[in-house]
């Protein structure tokens, strides 16, 4: 699975939007993107996944780049629940395992 | 209803005991998951087991068994505690046969060795 780079820590106001970037540069052509968060103390909760295409659900938005070098989480109203670390792995459609790296660590402000 | 659970919440105990973590899903899924946080919180996958057979060992020692009496359960049981064994473990489920799927994770288990 491919490398992954995010910052290690953001901040972000409480009602704006949350935008974190991830760093996938030696991703292959059947690797997908997934982000994850963990909430401190709890386990890693899926919240969304992609390959090519931008990708919205009721937690996110996921934006990839044409060449799919990079991409962005947007937590479009964040509030303080969405305090947590954010995970973003690359991984093949059938991969059995996640390969967490060390994350963002988001912090809601009020 | 509780999707992937895991008991106990809390273990502790000291070095050279034998103890058993256990895990449940309710999802039907196939494919269950042990992943060990150490202090550092990096997160690694230790096994994968699909419909009861292991498919995943990630280089773990042989202290380290995973069981799987049946494809809703996935119990790891641990040999000769040592220091280095304490960590928060979490279980998790997946469902197999499609191409792309998420992996939901129980709460986890906070084992302290003194």
């Known amino acids: 699975d491919a490398k992954t780079t995010q910052p290690p820590s953001m901040d972000c106001a409480e009602g704006r939007a949350a935008n974190l970037p991830c760093n996938h540069s030696t991703i292959s052509g059947n690797e997908y993107v997934y982000w994850y968060r963990q909430i401190h103390s709890q386990g890693p909760q899926y919240i969304i996944h992609?390959?090519?295409n931008n990708e919205t659900n009721e937690m996110a938005s996921l934006i990839i780049t044409e060449d799919r070098k990079s991409s962005t989480l947007i937590l479009p109203h964040a509030t303080l629940r969405d305090t947590a670390v954010y995970y973003c792995i690359v991984r093949v459609a059938y991969g059995e395992k996640l390969t967490f790296g060390t994350g963002t660590r988001l912090t809601i402000i009020p | 209803d509780t999707a992937v659970s895991q008991t106990p919440k809390y273990l502790v105990t000291q070095m050279g005991n034998d103890k058993s973590i256990k895990c449940e899903q309710n999802?039907?899924?196939?494919?269950m998951y042990w992943y060990k946080q150490d202090s550092k919180k990096f997160l690694k996958i230790m096994f994968s087991y699909n419909n009861k057979e292991l498919i995943i060992n990630e280089t773990v020692p042989n202290r380290f068994s995973p069981k799987s009496p049946d494809k809703a359960h996935l119990n790891l049981h641990i040999n000769s505690l040592e220091l280095g064994d304490s960590a928060v473990y979490f279980c998790?489920?997946?469902?197999?046969?499609?191409?792309?799927?998420?992996?939901?994770f129980g709460p986890g288990t906070r084992l302290t060795v003194t």
């Open positions: 992609g390959l090519k």
């Open positions: 999802l039907g899924h196939d494919t």
């Open positions: 998790a489920s997946s469902p197999a046969g499609t191409s792309t799927y998420e992996q939901y």
